[in-house]
Structure formats: C-alpha cells, structure tokens
C-alpha cells in the first residue's frame, strides 16, 4: 500500500510507478485535482487499471463522468475497513479472471 495526501503527489508517483501499482483508490474531493480527475489521467497511462472512487458526496456524480475515468466503483463513505477489504478483493479478482 502507497498512500499519497495530495492528487498531485499520488499522479507523480504514479507516473514513475506505473507498473507496481494494480489498484487506485482515491477520494472525490481533494485540493487540485479531483479524483475523477486523477482517475482520467492515470488511465492515460495504465487504461487497464482498476479504480475505486471513495466519496461521502453523491449528488452531482455523472455515471457517464465516472464510467469516462475508468472507475469500476464507487465506495461511500463511511467505510468500514471489512467492507473496504471486500471490495478490494472483488475488484482484484474480477481483473484476475
């Protein structure tokens, strides 16, 4: 696990690591860059890429938006550690198979 505070940290490191990286999971809401956002231009580079979008905002998310950046789901918050792991796993085996 890599853990970025920033969008802009999490897509520089990104950037240098892409192959390392087999799941993404950002928030909605952060300073600079969204991470609807961060999600599009890391699929620029790794299209392939499973994205997990966590947000406690719902109104306003375009499916059509969501489904442009390449994100598989969204997980509301609060999230519960249990839940979280589940879908992780759900989402690692899908790509698996």
Not at 27 to 45: F, H, N, Q, S
Not at 68 to 74: D, T
Request: with cysteine; net charge negative.
């Amino acid at each position: 696990v890599i853990a970025r505070t920033s969008s802009r940290e999490a897509l520089a490191y990104f950037t240098e690591h892409a192959d390392d990286i087999d799941l993404l999971i950002t928030d909605y809401t952060m300073p600079a860059m969204t991470g609807i956002d961060l999600a599009g231009k890391v699929r620029e580079i790794r299209p392939d890429l499973p994205i997990l979008l966590c947000t406690g905002y719902n109104a306003g998310l375009s499916v059509d938006e969501i489904e442009a950046a390449g994100i598989r789901e969204i997980v509301y918050k609060p999230v519960v550690r249990k839940d979280l792991a589940a879908i992780v796993r759900r989402t690692l085996d899908a790509i698996e198979n």
